[in-house]
């Protein structure tokens, strides 16, 4: 475990996940860590982490950002991939000198028929959607904005990640070694890094390479309207694209248009998804992890039997934050005496969710 608290401050170092390297640190060790201290207490995690699985780092970012104290976050070394998205739940993000921070798009490995990867693509996809919605609630670009960097995979020194918006500033103070990690498995990691991961044979083993996907949770802030103002809006725009395609116009037009109108039916669907989620008596106790489900784009139906299996939180209708992080570790709850089966559970139910084990 890499997950060390002390006088304050919790350190996270090593690679991001239980899968390779026996220097990392998983949700479940974040949540025992943070049990040693009240949930309003402030804290100042220090990252140095290569990156590593995608739904460890989604939950890591979503138990730090429920907490009721204030949190704030050092990168020392390196924050790169799935390490990346637990820094920006930080309510200031301070770089030291000589830090690197590097976003990109998730990846996984598929073995199986056409349907398989179809599959892992529509899953990548809604990783990188909510990945890039994080990202842009940090820095205030948009989330189309974050999903162009992410694509190309940007590797960001401390004043570019300051200018870029994804910190808040830079120390003098010079940061840790970068942490092992295969750094020659991303396609445009700075050279130093690539020389010393080859130096030092940090390699990726042949086992499950397939997590070194990447996720998060947090729905970008929209203006408030109502569900009928969102669906009147909606069928209007539909409306006019349509009738524009009928217009005639040159085809490199007719097919942006089309893509426009593609795009439009997909967000109208996924929100009656996500209405139709939150809408579930399952939802109710459960709230946080039922937005969660519905951000990352799972089906009604299945987000219903993750829902249904999971621990409720404290009391019901609305779940704050102290409740929800409660919740998370397993805490207040009668039958349920061990502290970490909470963010056991969330663990075990995204990688079910995700396909890594079996229903």
């Known amino acids: 475990m890499a997950a060390i608290l002390e006088d304050g401050k919790l350190r996270l170092s090593g690679y991001v996940g239980d899968y390779y390297y026996e220097d990392g640190f998983t949700a479940a060790d974040v949540a025992r860590a943070l049990s040693q201290i009240t949930d309003d207490a402030d804290l100042a995690v220090h990252i140095n982490s290569g990156g590593g699985v995608a739904w460890e780092g989604a939950a890591i970012h979503a138990i730090?950002?429920?907490?009721?104290?204030?949190?704030?976050?050092?990168?020392?070394?390196?924050?790169?991939?799935?390490?990346?998205?637990?820094?920006?739940?930080?309510?200031?993000?301070?770089?030291?000198?000589?830090?690197?921070?590097?976003?990109?798009?998730?990846?996984?490995?598929?073995?199986?028929?056409?349907?398989?990867?179809?599959?892992?693509?529509?899953?990548?996809?809604?990783?990188?959607?909510?990945?890039a919605r994080i990202y842009a609630d940090k820095s205030g670009k948009s989330a189309e904005d974050c999903r162009a960097i992410m694509k190309t995979e940007r590797w960001f020194n401390p004043q570019q990640a300051v200018d870029e918006g994804f910190a808040d500033e830079t120390t003098e103070i010079r940061g840790e070694a970068v942490a092992a990690f295969p750094y020659q498995a991303y396609a445009h990691a700075p050279k130093r890094l690539v020389a010393m991961a080859a130096k030092k044979n940090w390699r990726l083993p042949d086992a499950d390479t397939r997590a070194a996907a990447s996720a998060a949770h947090r729905q970008p802030k929209e203006p408030s309207m109502t569900d009928k103002e969102r669906a009147d809006?909606?069928?209007?725009?539909?409306?006019?694209?349509?009738?524009?395609m009928k217009t005639g116009k040159d085809a490199d037009e007719t097919a942006a248009l089309k893509t426009e109108l593609a795009e439009l039916r997909a967000k109208d669907k996924a929100r009656e998804n996500a209405d139709a989620i939150m809408a579930l008596e399952e939802a109710t106790g459960r709230e946080a992890q039922a937005k969660a489900l519905a951000d990352a784009g799972v089906e009604a139906e299945k987000a219903k039997?993750?829902?249904?299996?999971?621990?409720?939180?404290?009391?019901?209708?609305?779940?704050t934050p102290e409740v929800y992080g409660k919740a998370r570790m397993g805490l207040g709850q009668p039958n349920n005496p061990d502290p970490n089966a909470g963010a056991a559970t969330l663990t075990a139910n995204m990688r079910k969710l995700l396909g890594k084990e079996a229903a």
């Open 305 to 319: 039997a993750i829902l249904a299996a999971a621990p409720k939180a404290e009391g019901t209708g609305e779940l």
């Open 233 to 244: 809006a909606l069928a209007a725009k539909v409306a006019e694209l349509e009738a524009q």
């Open 64 to 131: 730090l950002s429920a907490r009721g104290g204030t949190t704030d976050v050092v990168i020392e070394g390196v924050a790169a991939s799935a390490a990346s998205l637990i820094a920006m739940a930080g309510a200031t993000v301070t770089m030291s000198a000589g830090a690197v921070l590097m976003i990109h798009d998730p990846s996984m490995l598929t073995i199986g028929d056409s349907a398989e990867h179809t599959k892992t693509i529509e899953m990548l996809e809604a990783l990188a959607s909510s990945y």
